[in-house]
């Protein structure tokens, strides 16, 4: 099996800093792209950042500037470092990773998702 747990999310006031943190466990092969979705309430899940195995980043207009997506790939892990942060930022923030386990199946895995509040 496979899990992917995120971390990090919180309460934070306007032009704030959040760190966000996933790792990802089990029967894991290799990880490709692995990324960063946000949902707010009665919206649909939107694409925050992505990076692929290789490092290469793409992001959100609304990411641009203020938000970061790195990896760790020794320890199957991304992070998302978010500053000047913007009550239209507060969601919940999920977690994924396109990867192969050792079973050589390939799929699309999430996580849980970390609730992210922006607000004075």
């Known amino acids: 099996q496979v899990r992917l747990v995120e971390s990090g999310g919180g309460l934070v006031q306007p032009g704030g800093s959040l760190r966000l943190s996933c790792a990802a466990s089990?029967?894991?092969?290799?990880?490709?792209?692995m990324g960063w979705y946000r949902q707010a309430p009665e919206k649909q899940r939107e694409l925050v950042a992505t990076i692929s195995s290789g490092g290469n980043t793409d992001y959100a207009d609304f990411a641009k500037g203020r938000f970061a997506i790195s990896r760790d790939n020794a320890k199957n892990s991304v992070y998302l470092q978010m500053n000047s942060l913007k009550p239209d930022d507060t969601a919940v923030y999920y977690c994924h990773a396109a990867l192969t386990r050792w079973d050589f199946v390939a799929g699309d895995y999430w996580g849980q998702g970390t609730q992210v509040t922006v607000s004075s």
């Open positions: 089990g029967s894991i092969r290799r990880i490709g792209t």
